[in-house]
């Protein structure tokens, strides 16, 4: 690794090495028995319903964080079942109603979340309507979607939340959620909170993989060899 790296490229890569892995997830909130997130970072919540979902942007709009809804729910229902505080509420519906939104328009969808995130300091985003969102349009679409989300939350240090029910889903689609976003798997008891830390973990390592990567490739062409990726 020290053959072409000067002197002030080494120092520096020395000392991201020392450091180890940054804590790119802060502490972790308890939300609810046996659920653990990070105030920042995309949770996929494998849930039936999206209750504990909801208890967790509950828990964030009331606390003061910008908050974003984007969901199948009539938003009038929504404020009365939960303390949403002065969360923002977009309707995903066909219907021809005043500040809905169709399910079929994802671009705008798109737009405005962007446009949310962007203006928000440590912004909150819950998405309750994904399996909606892939029967009007294609599952490849709603991905593109989770994958232009995922990566403004990582750079706005937001926080981003979708339930899923994993029973509407195909396995590979499942398994492309997974790949995607951290995950809370309320379905399976024996996962619990470590999975969910574990899940943290490994994003963790990859993110400072990646900035070690970075570092070496700066100025020069580098060559990667992979071993094992099981």
């Given at each position: 690794?020290?053959?072409?790296?000067?002197?002030?490229?080494?120092?520096?890569?020395?000392?991201?090495?020392?450091?180890?892995?940054?804590?790119?997830?802060?502490?972790?909130?308890?939300?609810?028995?046996?659920?653990?997130?990070?105030?920042?970072?995309?949770?996929?919540?494998?849930?039936?319903?999206?209750?504990?979902?909801?208890?967790?942007?509950?828990?964030?709009?009331?606390?003061g964080r910008e908050?974003?809804?984007?969901?199948?729910?009539?938003?009038?229902?929504?404020?009365?079942?939960?303390?949403?505080?002065?969360?923002?509420?977009?309707?995903?519906?066909?219907?021809?109603?005043?500040g809905v939104l169709?399910?079929?328009?994802?671009?705008?969808?798109?737009?405005?979340?962007?446009?949310?995130?962007?203006?928000?300091?440590?912004?909150?985003?819950?998405?309750?309507?994904?399996?909606?969102?892939?029967?009007?349009?294609?599952?490849?679409?709603?991905?593109?979607?989770?994958?232009?989300?995922?990566?403004?939350?990582?750079?706005?240090?937001?926080?981003?939340?979708?339930?899923?029910?994993?029973?509407?889903?195909?396995?590979?689609?499942?398994?492309?959620?997974?790949?995607?976003?951290?995950?809370?798997?309320?379905?399976?008891?024996?996962?619990?909170?470590?999975?969910?830390?574990?899940?943290?973990?490994?994003?963790?390592?990859?993110?400072?993989?990646?900035?070690?990567?970075?570092?070496?490739?700066?100025?020069?062409?580098?060559?990667?060899?992979?071993?094992?990726?099981?």
């Amino acid at each position: 690794l020290k053959s072409g790296v000067d002197g002030d490229e080494m120092e520096a890569l020395q000392s991201l090495l020392s450091q180890g892995p940054p804590e790119w997830v802060p502490a972790a909130m308890d939300v609810g028995p046996g659920v653990e997130l990070g105030e920042a970072g995309s949770y996929l919540v494998q849930e039936k319903k999206a209750e504990i979902s909801y208890r967790i942007f509950s828990k964030l709009a009331s606390s003061g964080r910008e908050a974003l809804c984007i969901a199948r729910e009539n938003p009038e229902v929504l404020k009365k079942r939960y303390n949403l505080g002065d969360a923002k509420l977009i309707w995903l519906t066909n219907i021809e109603e005043q500040g809905v939104l169709k399910p079929t328009d994802l671009s705008k969808l798109a737009y405005m979340i962007e446009s949310f995130l962007k203006k928000s300091k440590r912004g909150v985003v819950l998405l309750e309507g994904f399996e909606y969102l892939i029967m009007h349009n294609s599952f490849t679409s709603g991905l593109k979607l989770i994958q232009m989300m995922k990566d403004q939350v990582a750079l706005m240090g937001a926080l981003f939340i979708m339930p899923v029910n994993p029973r509407t889903l195909e396995s590979k689609e499942l398994a492309f959620l997974e790949r995607e976003m951290l995950t809370v798997d309320l379905e399976e008891e024996e996962r619990g909170v470590g999975e969910v830390k574990l899940d943290a973990e490994r994003g963790r390592l990859f993110e400072w993989v990646t900035q070690v990567l970075t570092t070496v490739s700066s100025k020069r062409p580098l060559v990667l060899f992979l071993d094992n990726l099981q």
